[in-house]
């Protein structure tokens, strides 16, 4: 059991790191804003998505008891 809480951890904090680089892109890098709206659209869609799933992940540790260290 402990290693499938293992690769849950593993892929919640990889994704945490990805959702972070996204959203420092999204908000503070000006390359963002040189994309056309409809890529910048996608993006931030993307992130919500990923930002749910991280989401899910977080709530599938607490219930195993397995609260996560942001």
């Known amino acids: ?3 499938r809480i293992d690769r849950m951890k593993k892929e919640r904090n990889e994704l945490k ?3 972070e680089d996204l959203s420092k892109f999204i908000h ?6 040189t994309l056309v ?6 993006l931030i869609k ?4 990923m930002q749910a ?7 599938r540790l607490f219930f ?6 942001s």
């Not at 503070?28 to 804003?33: A, G, I, R, S, V």
């Not at 709206?37 to 996608?42: F, G, I, L, P, Y």
């Not at 195993?64 to 260290?69: D, F, H, Q, S």
């Open 37 to 42: 709206h409809d890529e910048q659209v996608r």
């Open 46 to 49: 993307q992130l919500g998505f």
């Open 53 to 59: 799933y991280l989401d899910v992940l977080d709530s």
């Open 28 to 33: 503070l890098n000006p390359t963002f804003k």
């Open 17 to 19: 790191d990805k959702c």
């Open 1 to 3: 059991m402990g290693n």
């Open 64 to 69: 195993a008891n397995e609260p996560v260290l």
